[in-house]
Nanobody, 115 residues
Framework: QVQLVESGGGLVQPGGSLRLSCAAS????????MGWYRQAPGKQRELVASILTGGNLNYANSVKGRFTISRDNAKRTVYLQMNSLKPEDTAVYYC?????????WGQGSQVTVSS
């Protein structure tokens, strides 16, 4: 059974930092492209950042220079370090694992940026 379990969300003040983690099980982690998506109320889900199996990185323009995605294949975990958080970063953040025809999602982790 495939599981992607996110952790690390919460409430943070503007300008603060959070680190999200996504632990994977049931897949050959190193063979999957991993990504973080987010969905704010009333908006479509959007790609935040992705890290491919070869290490290529991709970021949404809105988070470039503030967020960093990384992966640890030995721990089967992908991370999203979020710095200089803004109220507009408030959303449910989802972990995604993708390979060929396979596409898996985590349950989501709420991130709220508010004073």
């Amino acid at each position: 059974q495939v599981q992607l379990v996110e952790s690390g969300g919460g409430l943070v003040q503007p300008g603060g930092s959070l680190r999200l983690s996504c632990a994977a099980s049931g897949i050959m982690f190193s063979s999957y492209d991993m990504g973080w998506y987010r969905q704010a109320p009333g908006k479509q889900r959007e790609l935040v950042a992705s890290i491919l199996t070869g290490g290529n990185l991709n970021y949404a323009n809105s988070v470039k220079g503030r967020f960093t995605i990384s992966r640890d294949n030995a721990k089967r975990t992908v991370y999203l370090q979020m710095n200089s958080l803004k109220p507009e970063d408030t959303a449910v953040y989802y972990c995604n694992a993708r390979a060929t025809v396979f596409n898996y999602w985590g349950q989501g982790s709420q991130v709220t940026v508010s004073s």
